[in-house]
């Protein structure tokens, strides 16, 4: 018999001050957390969706309008709050946009498990129920989906504009500017798999922010912009034709971690000895130069003697590059990062059409641009403040995330809850096969998705039952599928004639997802905390707003 069980029955030593909270306790508790976390980004989904201003320890500002943003800066201590957390960021990793969606959809699946469970049906049946809804509803998904073709712009487009449209991030004109941008972007860095599919790794298009000008005033760089200045004041600010060279070491004399005494006994000895250093960093970039670099971007250090030397010999230089930058830089001019001079040479070397060192609202920052066929660019943000940048920054790795998806995919769904009232009605109907009370819980899930036309109505000031109501029916009737949440003309409305395009890949993550957040709160029946407060306080720690209903 193990040591921890009398006469089959479980002992466990609690430390002092410890809470537990068992069986229905727990599940009720975790379940209003969640619910609790989910309200409090609820208010913010859609076009309509408000922006919340967080203000941290430290009073930094952010205002936001993105769900994994606002859960990340809320700083939720309970457990079950932090689960909701992660799944945005799985969201968010997974498909880069609908993160307060799947927040949101994970909130009315445990709402729908709760009433389960208060009318006795076993949470393992809730569970078993809900995972066959979600392989039903992902079903469905990609029979209902339209295909699109990576060089179909104006639906890309349209799915840029939509991924966009939630995040304030300017006027129409602006949106579609900037939509345009991140679509030449993942275009550009755009590459095929070993079965030739389309890949997009988004960690190719950097996003570069700085506070000042308008949004409108962002840019599409075809190559690098590293936030750096030129080493030495003597070197040239611009190049033409640069042929680059990358180097991953220090054009300094290494320091040797011995501690090596070097006794000089004259004036004399102490000039030869300056001398040699010279004679050595003179001879490094002799190495450069002969390797007919114009431009060096090296991720350590560069000495001033070699700097000046470096300027004398007209190579404009860049230090401290970061790691991913040289990466970036790398896969931009097409050099090969150099560990050794000894190894350098002309065939290693990268081609931008330009580097140039800019000043840019007071501070110096280097462009590679002009690359022959990057494949790594840059988005340049600019924008009034801090805050705005910082949001269209969060704007545009959304839509560089929604883009990617569906050109990998190459499928995409109706927005405006469209969508979700289709998958409705049709898991309704698939219920009804299944026999057993796993049927209530699928009839749950069809109601929890339900949650998304109805929160994007209410945020534009519209009945949500109402709607609701209309948008089943008109689903119910031919051709009517393509009905959602018009939310610029308070209506009803025809999301394929309004172009309110979703990647496939948003909708099918956001559904696993929350299901399997709403899985493994639900498996949970013992809950014990070792602090004081924890589980059994059953507010969520830390969470302004953050009231269960
Ligand atoms: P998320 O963080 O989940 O992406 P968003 O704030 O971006 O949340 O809102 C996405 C929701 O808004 C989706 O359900 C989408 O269909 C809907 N939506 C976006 N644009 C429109 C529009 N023009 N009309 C109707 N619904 C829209
Ligand atoms: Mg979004």
Same mark, same amino acid.
């Given at each position: 018999m193990p040591e921890n069980q009398l006469g089959g029955q479980q002992v466990l030593y609690l430390p002092e001050g410890a809470t537990r909270l068992l069986g229905r306790d727990a599940q009720r508790t975790n379940i209003a957390v969640g619910i609790a976390v989910?309200?409090?980004?609820?208010?913010?989904?859609?076009?309509?969706?408000?922006?919340?201003?967080?203000?941290?320890?430290?009073?930094?500002? *952010?205002? *936001?309008?993105?769900?994994?943003?606002i859960l990340e800066e809320m700083n939720v201590e309970h457990p079950v709050a932090k689960i909701m957390v992660d799944i945005a960021k799985t969201q968010d990793?997974?498909?880069?946009?609908?993160? *307060?969606?799947?927040?949101?959809?994970?909130?009315?699946?445990?709402?729908?498990?709760?009433?389960?469970?208060?009318?006795?049906?076993?949470?393992?049946?809730?569970?078993?129920?809900?995972?066959?809804?979600?392989?039903?509803?992902?079903?469905?998904?990609?029979?209902?989906?339209k295909k699109v073709e990576s060089s179909d712009s104006s639906i890309l487009q349209k799915i840029a504009m939509v991924s966009m449209g939630s995040k304030n991030v300017g006027s129409d004109d602006t949106k579609a500017a900037l939509s345009k941008i991140v679509i030449k972007s993942v275009e550009q860095v755009m590459d095929k798999d070993a079965r030739g599919n389309a890949y997009i790794d988004r960690d190719l298009?950097?996003?570069?922010?700085?506070?000042?000008?308008?949004?409108?005033?962002?840019?599409?760089?075809?190559g690098v912009l590293i936030d750096k200045e030129i080493a030495h004041p003597g070197m040239p600010k611009s190049i033409k034709s640069a042929k680059i060279a990358l180097l991953d070491l220090a054009l300094e004399i290494e320091k040797t971690e011995v501690d090596a005494k070097i006794e000089i006994t004259s004036p004399d000895q102490m000039q030869a000895f300056l001398q040699q250093e010279e004679r050595m960093l003179k001879d490094m970039v002799e190495k450069i130069s002969r390797a007919k670099a114009t431009a060096i971007f090296t991720q350590?250090?560069?000495?001033?003697v070699a700097q000046h030397f470096l300027a004398k010999s007209g190579i404009l230089a860049v230090r401290r590059v970061k790691k991913s930058d040289m990466e970036k830089l790398s896969k931009a001019t097409g050099a090969r990062i150099v560990t050794s001079l000894d190894d350098l040479s002309e065939k290693d070397l990268g081609y931008a059409?330009?580097?140039?060192?800019?000043?840019?609202?007071?501070?110096?920052? *280097?462009?590679?641009e002009d690359c022959k066929n990057p494949k790594s660019v840059t988005i340049f943000i600019r924008g009034g403040t801090q805050q705005v940048v910082d949001e269209a920054e969060r704007s545009m790795t959304d839509v560089i995330g929604a883009v990617s998806s569906v050109i990998e995919d190459g499928k995409f769904v109706l927005g405006g809850g469209a969508t979700e009232v289709d998958l409705a009605d049709k898991l309704r109907s698939y219920a009804n096969t299944i026999g057993g009370r796993e049927q209530l819980a699928i009839q749950k899930f069809a109601d929890a998705l339900e949650i998304i036309p109805k929160v994007l109505s209410e945020s534009a000031g519209m009945d949500a039952i109402d709607t609701l109501v209309q948008l089943r029916n008109r689903h119910r009737s031919k051709d009517g599928t393509v009905y959602g949440v018009d939310i610029f003309r308070n209506a009803i409305g025809d999301m394929n004639k309004l172009g309110v395009y979703e990647p496939l890949r948003i909708k099918e993550q956001a559904i696993y997802s929350a299901s399997e957040a709403a899985e493994i709160i639900l498996r949970i029946d013992d809950m014990i905390s070792s602090k004081g407060k924890g589980p059994a306080g059953g507010a969520p720690g830390g969470m302004p707003g953050g009231e269960a209903d």
């Open positions: 989910a309200n409090a980004v609820k208010s913010a989904l859609g076009p309509k969706g408000m922006d919340k201003m967080l203000v941290s320890d430290l009073g930094d500002i *952010t205002i *936001t309008n993105d769900g994994a943003t990793k997974e498909a880069g946009d609908g993160t *307060t969606t799947v927040v949101i959809l994970a909130g009315e699946l445990l709402r729908g498990a709760g009433e389960l469970l208060e009318q006795g049906v076993h949470p393992s049946t809730i569970i078993k129920g809900y995972k066959i809804a979600a392989e039903k509803a992902s079903e469905v998904l990609h029979e209902t989906s298009i950097k996003v570069e922010k700085k506070a000042g000008g308008t949004v409108g005033d962002t840019t599409f760089i075809s350590k250090g560069i000495d001033d059409g330009l580097v140039e060192e800019r000043k840019i609202s007071g501070e110096q920052m *280097t462009f590679v």
